[in-house]
């Protein structure tokens, strides 16, 4: 561990509406970094940012302000040409396998496509090392003359990462991977992606809701809300000891498939804010049931309270930032 | 007697492909299942197992080429599948009513929300307009939503996903329904407002003395939020029992290997295999229909299996199923993850 592969700082996104001079605020001011041979898993509601991130990261869409810094170069205002090349070496998996592949190619072109772009090598040996990629991620060989309409949605998301290992990238970001898929293919696909984190060291980016899959396959978790991490965490500590008030209420909802499960229950009342209009100060005190005066008018400053585990919340300095457990 | 009672219900898509031969997909086989009053059935299994479609054939929405070619749906007394269609057009929206997976495309978009409400009430209660208007209201705070005077004239683009499927429960519940069946509730809710609505169904099912069938494949929402549990697979009710039961001691190796793949259970790094495709529904195989992704299949598994009573009330449909016996080592199991 130690070696960074990628470091954000102070990224913003905003996109504007229309012509009428107003932005959804998508992402605020998100610091984080991966490390080599590391799963950053990243966990929101829908409306936090976590996939404006994730492809911001890879400079697929511009950032409004901020760094990015990959294997220690900034690439945040590279032009496309010179990103081009670096994507040899940041690859990512979207959600819908479906669409993410072109529907008129073939399997094994669509396998080889990034090794041909990529890199100098021979007709024989891309078509060797396709072969090998299918295999590495238990794919028939059968199917690489097949189009996407032949194989299942399992199949396809298989296709989709072998298409990201292909270079052998050094980060792969992956957009809610599984969440398109049953139960059954899930659990075979998630133990693909955990003999290839020990395989390859690459650094990874876990985007997803669901936090059961995050604390399965993450070392560190960030949790975000309205564009902020509101809470950066090692996985342990997250789901024994969360600290931001809204990291606990989505520990809270979490339903483990477990009956015998106690669950404490905090539910939170109302929803998300919009992103268009930012309530002002912690982003969170419109829902936060410890939410003091203080918290309308000042943004939290991230503070470590142990060793990589950092959160944003006026309250941590009084100890009021835990809910208590017997208000709803 | 139990408020809704399903037997061998049958359904088979039918048409002619392009070759213009008959073909027949064999989407459910023989559903059993039974509902009380007051109770939570989960029903849970892959895409394509016919969830969604039990509970359409169950309401008689299908379409053609949906057709149900045998057994009988007993609600409340009365053969739903005999029934003329303005029977059950007055049994439907009134006794069993139905919350629909995407709560934003199944609202009106050119009425607001209070005439859609009261618009149901006055299709199957009558009564003066008043009345339904203030039943309406209640039912909008009996749901959680905040000040109704003015939801009751809101458009249906100005709510948000959480809001929308809330005024779907609210329109489910104006006509005092027996039976609520909702079909993937949650699914596209963020989990804090999944929270809020699941909590809300099952207050709702206590107060209202109904009975209600969630459609889900979060095996979590089944854990806390339903009675009994019904196992789907390829059109059949492979499992069914309480909850509790079914979780620790499933009975069913799909349903084993279905709880093994929920990623509390999940070890990376073991090499249980899992997954594979479902059996082809216009060519069945004989005997049982898992037997093809299933480790103990045997020879006898081409042969029709009996549904076994493990305990009172936990079924289960296999060869292999005894009465009693696995609960000990899945308990120890459930305790490592």
Known sequence: MGEVILEARNLVKRFPIGRSGSFVNAVNGVNLSIQKGEVLGMVGESGSGKSTIGRTLLRLT?????????????????????????RKNMQMVFQDPWSALNPRMKIGDLISEPMRIHLDISRSECKDRTEMLAQRVRLSTDFLNRTPSALSGGQLQRVCIARAIATNPKLIILDEPTSSLDLSVRAGILELLQELRVETEAGFLFISHDLGTIKLVSDRIAVLYLGHVVEEVPKDKLFSNPSHPYSQSLLSAHLP??????????????????????????????????????????????EEISPMHMASCLRLRDGGNIIPRDTK | MSLLSVSDLQTHFIFHDIDNQLREACALNKVN??????EVLGIVGETGAGK?????????LLRPPARIVGGSVN????????????????????????????????LDPLTRIGEQLVRIHQTHSGGPIDKSKQKAMEMMQAVGIPDPEGRFTAWPHELS??????????????????????????TGLDVTVQAQILDLLKNLVARFDMASMIITHDLGIVAHYCDEVAVMFAGEIIEQGPVREVFLSPAHPYTQQLLAATPERLHLGSKNQLGGQPPDLFNLPTGCLSQDRCELATSACRGEPPIVQI???????????????????????????
Do not use: W, Y
Not at chain 1, 279 to 293: K, M, Q
Not at chain 2, 315 to 337: D, E, I, M, Q, Y
């Open chain 2, 52 to 60: 969604s479609l039990t509970a359409q054939s169950i309401c008689g």
């Open chain 1, 62 to 86: 511009e950032p409004t302000s901020g760094q990015i810094l990959f294997d220690g170069q900034d690439i945040t205002s590279l032009s496309d040409k010179h990103v081009r090349p670096l």
């Open chain 2, 33 to 38: 299942l039974t509902l009380n009053r007051g």
């Open chain 2, 311 to 337: 305990t009172a009330g936990h079924t289960a449909r296999c060869h292999f199923a005894k009465p009693r016996r696995k609960s000990t080592k899945l308990r120890r199991n459930l305790k490592n993850g």
């Open chain 2, 161 to 186: 996903g959480g809001m929308a499927q809330r005024v779907l429960i609210a329109m489910a519940l104006m006509n005092d329904p027996k039976l609520l069946i909702a079909d993937e509730p949650t």
């Open chain 2, 75 to 106: 609600f409340d007394g009365r053969e739903l599948l005999s029934l003329p269609s303005e029977e059950l057009n007055a049994i439907r929206g009134a006794d069993i009513a139905m919350v629909v997976q995407n709560p934003r495309s199944s």
């Open chain 1, 257 to 302: 498939s477990d009956p015998d499960a106690n669950l404490q229950r905090l539910t939170l009342q109302g929803e998300i804010p919009s992103p268009i209009n930012l309530p002002p100060g912690c982003s969170f005190h419109t829902r936060c049931p410890v939410a003091v005066p203080e918290c309308k008018s000042t943004r939290p400053k991230t």
